[in-house]
Nanobody, 116 residues
Framework: VQLVESGGGLVQPGGSLRLSCTAS????????MSWHRQAPGKERELVAS????????NYADSVKGRFTISRDNAKNTVYLQMNSLKPEDTAVYYC??????????WGQGTQVTVSS
């Protein structure tokens, strides 16, 4: 089982990034997928989640209207489009695969830094 995030980097405030998380080793389309983030000295928090079919999404209040989660089950990939980035969005971003009554899977994380 593997979840590999990519797309992080350094961006100026107001800029955009798109994160990708590509899965292997399990039936991706059967799993709810989510993005989480952890800033230095803070607890990991849920950013967004998407149902296994992609028809239902949820967002943290802090990112509503700026971030969009989506998935392509044919490519075993979940995305996080991040617009209007703020310095407080700086964190390591992780993807997670969830299926009730089965173990969760986590990626290794990708750093997002928003700074001028």
């Amino acid at each position: 089982v593997q979840l590999v995030e990519s797309g992080g980097g350094l961006v100026q405030p107001g800029g955009s990034l798109r994160l990708s998380c590509t899965a292997s080793g399990f039936t991706f389309s059967s799993y709810i997928m989510s993005w989480h983030r952890q800033a230095p000295g803070k607890e990991r928090e849920l950013v967004a989640s998407i149902s296994n079919g992609g028809g239902s999404t949820n967002y943290a209040d802090s990112v509503k209207g700026r971030f969009t989660i989506s998935r392509d089950n044919a490519k075993n990939t979940v995305y996080l489009q991040m617009n209007s980035l703020k310095p407080e969005d700086t964190a390591v971003y992780y993807c997670k695969a969830i299926r009730p009554r089965l173990p969760d899977y986590w990626g290794q994380g990708t750093q997002v830094t928003v700074s001028s």
